[in-house]
């Protein structure tokens, strides 16, 4: 167990390091987020109507549960870039735990999510988003979204096991996450949606989790959303971290 947590941190160090040297992928978890607020805020802002809340307060808790999903990409990226480069082999001729390659992998994920979420906070806060809640209901979010997104790393990470290339992560990644965060009720009111498309928007995960994310921090009707948003996460991790590992250790033994 020493070694196993040991070599996890070293990992998710290694992990860390590169995104300075990586200025692309630093602008994912900065540049870009703000600018999709600006642009919703300011571009669309004025032509989606959600009664009882100002746009920018019903926009940043389901921009951020977006965000926070596609944390783990650099995760598809870096286990496709290793497996292509045949740095997996090398991982196996060391001494060190199997699991942490992947544990480290998620585990950086926290620190790059953690990040993001205080990049959109603050942008938010700027252009007049506000709390409506306790302290303790501010952080319970906080909490709720590391969770969800560390649930999310694990998918990305069984993706880009399965594909041949980086490139082949990011694009599969894009697929299968994006229209799942625009069919639920984070930028707009679900019952604004035709009827099939509602009944599929309220039942997605992404509704759960922004909806309980608004209960958290805009005192908004909780109803079963807080804790089914942490039923769905671990769900999530219960399912994808073994097939993750499973399919790591298929691609190590090859």
């Known amino acids: 167990m020493r070694r196993l947590v040991t070599d996890t941190l070293v990992i998710a160090e290694r992990n860390l390091i590169r995104l300075p040297r990586s200025p ?78 992947l544990a480290g992998r998620t585990l950086a994920d926290v620190v790059t999510n953690t990040l993001s979420v205080i990049v959109l906070l603050v942008t938010g806060l700027i252009i007049g988003f506000s709390f409506h809640a306790s302290v303790g209901e501010v952080l319970l979010g906080f909490v709720l979204l590391i969770v969800f997104g560390y649930a999310f ?29 625009f069919i639920s009720s984070a930028f707009v009111p679900t019952d604004s949606m035709p009827s099939a498309l509602q009944w599929f928007a309220d039942v997605n995960p992404f509704t759960v989790v922004v909806d309980a994310m608004r209960s958290l921090w805009l005192g908004a009707p909780a109803g079963n959303s ?11 991790i219960a399912v994808f971290a073994p097939l993750a590992v499973s399919r790591y250790r298929r691609a190590a033994s090859r």
């Open 226 to 236: 807080v804790w089914g948003a942490f039923v769905w996460s671990a769900v999530i």
């Open 24 to 101: 692309d992928l630093l602008l994912a978890f900065t540049v870009q987020p703000v600018m999709f607020v600006l642009l919703f805020v300011y571009v669309f802002g004025g032509a989606i109507s959600t009664p009882g809340y100002d746009y920018v307060d019903f926009l940043i808790p389901g921009i951020i549960v977006q965000n926070i999903a596609f944390g783990g990409f650099v995760t598809a990226l870096g286990l496709s870039e290793d497996l292509s480069k045949g740095l997996i082999d090398r991982f196996r001729s060391l001494p060190m735990a199997r699991p942490a390659v």
């Open 153 to 181: 790393s694990w998918i990305f990470a069984l993706l880009g096991l399965m594909v041949s290339s980086p490139e082949a992560a990011n694009s599969l990644g894009f697929i299968a996450v994006f229209p799942l965060t």
